[in-house]
C-alpha cells in the first residue's frame, strides 16, 4: 500500500471526515479531518490505539489529562481508556487500532 496522507486530508465547514486507510485482521487505520470547533464526547474503545497528529491544534483528553494536539504528537491509548477531544482549529490525525 502507498498512500500520500497530506492528499487525503480535507476539512468539512462543520463536524468529522473519516477515510478508512487500511483494514485486515491485525490493524485499523482511519484518517480524521476534523473542523474548527469540533468536539467529540467521552467515549472508550475496545482496542488499543495510537493516534499521530499530522496537522492542527487540539486537545485530546486522556482519562483526565489534557494532551495538545500539534503536528508529529503520538498518543498512546489503553484499550477501554476513557477519552475525549475538541479541535482549537482544523486538525487531522491518525487513529490506529490494533486488534
Do not use: W
Not at 15 to 41: N, P, R, V, W
Not at 42 to 47: A, F, R, W
Amino acid at each position: 500500500m502507498n498512500t500520500n496522507l497530506k492528499n487525503q486530508i480535507e476539512y468539512p465547514k462543520k463536524g468529522i471526515i473519516s477515510k478508512e486507510i487500511l483494514k485486515d485482521e491485525k490493524i485499523d487505520i482511519t484518517l480524521f479531518c476534523m473542523a474548527k470547533g469540533t468536539e467529540m464526547s467521552e467515549h472508550t474503545s475496545t482496542k488499543e490505539g495510537i493516534i499521530h497528529v499530522l496537522e492542527g491544534n487540539g486537545v485530546f483528553n486522556l482519562e483526565g489529562e489534557n494532551i495538545i494536539m500539534k503536528e508529529g504528537v503520538l498518543i498512546n491509548m489503553k484499550e477501554n481508556a476513557v477519552h475525549s477531544l475538541k479541535a482549537i482549529e482544523n486538525t487531522s490525525f491518525l487513529l490506529t487500532l490494533i486488534r
